[in-house]
Every structure is written in C-alpha cells, then in structure tokens.
C-alpha cells in the first residue's frame, strides 16, 4: 500500500459524459502527480500541482482539467468523453516538486467510455 | 524535450537466471533521475530503482542493479537470481530535476520461466 488513495477505482460511462477521480496523497505529501495509461499512448504525464498550485502541464486536452484543494486532495476532470479516453489513470504524490524524491502511485482508476 | 526508449517490448528468462533490461533516453539537462518501475498485473506502479545523474556510481537494490552510462544516455536495468515474482512490466523513466514529472518508455514485458 502507497499509502496514495484514489476513487473509483473502476469507472465506466458514456461518450460526452463529464467524470471526476479523486486522489488523496500520502500524508505529508504536497506535490500531486496525474498519469494517464492507455495501449495506443502508454504512460504519459498529465499535470502536476504543488501544495495547490498548478506546477507544471503535459500533454493533457483541453477537455480535461486539474486542481489541487487546500486538504492537498486532487481531482481529475474529465468532459466531454469519447472513446479513446478510455484508460487507466494513476495519481502520485511527493514530499516536493523535485524529480529528487520518488513519487508514490496510487492504485489508479480504470476509466471505460463506451 | 525528453524521451525516454525500450526497444525490447518482451522478454523472457529462466528462474534463477539473469536477465539484462535495455533503456535509452535523451534530454539536454545536466540534472535529472532515472526511475525503473514495476507494473504486476495488479497494475500497481511500485519504484524498482532509482538513479541521480550526477552519481557515476551505479545504484543497486539487493537483486537489482543498474548499468548507467550517462555519456551514452543509457540506463539499463540487470535482474538477478530471477524469480517467479518478477514477472511484469518494466518501465524506465526520466524525472526532471525542476518538476519532478516523470517521461515513461513503453515499457518491457518480463516473463519468468520455472
């Protein structure tokens, strides 16, 4: 166990549906990770927050959107869904934004659009 | 920008038996980390290995080692004394200094064999 909670962990919905997956970083953590795994584009970054500021973006659509609260919890928006959204999407978190720490993933949500 | 190469998409070794993972990466930074991350079919991301750039020494984590040359941005990632366990997907990343957000390769699939 990371000790990085994320929920749902199995998703499944329409085309153009909006949905939102919910992380919870590890206590003490203050840097928030998103990932999104899919076949056709593997691992890819897709934002970054740090103690509730946007830190840095990857190549995340425009449809979808981030933030971080001031709990430290994340949320992942995604609208306007279509059927290539469909894909596993990991959350991760780190004591601070430095690529010196390691990152702990959370147990990821498995998104379906059908 | 960063990217991150795994040319074998599958691999296969004895139990007991060694077996060397290949990655190569590119980036102009002077200061950045190389990750390897394990992916079981649970589909948890947990960090294998970690390597800081600016270390000649190669890191090594009891049956695990790797073979940094930085000049050639290569990181490869050595398994000894293989065991059933080991059996998963392997990835290699690249973690910015400044961000932290992690660049992935495609991936290795390590199958065991008894």
């Known amino acids: 166990d990371s000790g990085v909670t994320q929920t749902p962990k199995h998703l499944i919905t329409a085309t153009g549906q909006r949905v939102t997956l919910r992380c919870s970083p590890r206590?003490?953590?203050?840097?928030v990770y998103w990932y999104q795994q899919s076949l056709d584009q593997g691992l890819q970054f897709l934002i970054q927050?740090?103690?509730?500021?946007?830190?840095a973006k990857g190549n995340i659509l425009e449809r979808f959107s981030a933030q971080q609260f001031p709990d430290l919890h994340s949320e992942l928006n995604l609208s306007s869904l279509e059927l290539g959204d469909s894909a596993l999407y990991f959350c991760?978190?780190?004591?601070?934004?430095?690529?010196?720490?390691?990152?702990?993933f959370g147990p990821g949500t498995r998104l379906t659009v059908l | 920008a960063q990217t991150v190469t795994q040319s074998q998409p599958e691999m296969s070794v004895q139990e007991a038996e060694t077996v060397t993972l290949s990655c190569t990466y590119d980036?102009?930074?002077?200061?950045?980390?190389l990750f390897w991350y394990k992916q079981p079919p649970s589909r948890q991301m947990i960090l294998v290995i970690r390597?800081?750039?600016?270390?000649?020494q190669n890191a090594t984590e009891n049956r695990f080692s790797v073979n940094f040359q930085k000049a050639a941005k290569s990181f490869s990632l050595k398994i000894s004394d293989s065991q059933l366990g080991d059996a998963a997907m392997y990835f290699c990343?690249?973690?910015?200094?400044?961000?932290?957000?992690?660049?992935f390769g495609q991936g290795t699939t390590l199958q065991v064999k008894p």
């Open positions: 991760a978190s780190s004591v601070d934004p430095s690529g010196r720490n390691e990152q702990f």
């Open positions: 980036t102009s930074e002077s200061d950045y980390y």
């Open positions: 927050y740090y103690n509730g500021e946007e830190r």
């Open positions: 990343a690249y973690g910015s200094s400044n961000t932290g957000k992690l660049i």
């Open positions: 390597q800081e750039a600016y270390k000649q």
């Open positions: 206590s003490g953590d203050l840097s």
